[in-house]
């Protein structure tokens, strides 16, 4: 069985380009819907260019905190994916 952690990943891994998840909406989806921040924790942990940790967002449609893994902002890159306007 996978833990967590692993879920989460594989899950924010498989968000589309031009698409986003909440923080709630991926930790619902790993099996833990209370967990939204340890979601985010995992987030801003990552390392792995290869996971799309920008494409998470916050319930309330804002952006949320970034790590600056894959450049300048959240912002910047959700806008050239299309995912915001």
Same mark, same amino acid.
């Given at each position: 069985?996978?833990?967590?952690?692993?879920?989460?990943?594989?899950?924010?891994?498989?968000?589309?380009?031009?698409?986003?998840?909440?923080?709630?909406?991926?930790?619902?989806?790993?099996?833990?819907?209370?967990?939204? /921040?340890?979601? +985010? #924790?995992?987030?801003?942990? %990552?390392?792995? &260019?290869?996971?799309?940790?920008?494409?998470?967002? /916050?319930?309330? +449609? #804002?952006?949320?905190?970034? %790590?600056?893994? &894959?450049?300048?902002?959240?912002?910047?890159?959700? /806008?050239?994916? +299309?995912?915001?306007?």
């Amino acid at each position: 069985m996978k833990k967590f952690t692993e879920k989460v990943i594989d899950i924010v891994t498989n968000i589309p380009k031009g698409k986003t998840m909440t923080y709630a909406e991926v930790a619902n989806k790993a099996g833990s819907a209370q967990a939204a /921040r340890a979601v +985010g #924790s995992i987030m801003a942990k %990552n390392q792995d &260019r290869n996971v799309p940790c920008h494409r998470v967002i /916050r319930s309330d +449609g #804002s952006l949320g905190p970034y %790590n600056g893994l &894959r450049g300048p902002s959240k912002e910047a890159l959700l /806008r050239e994916e +299309g995912a915001i306007g």
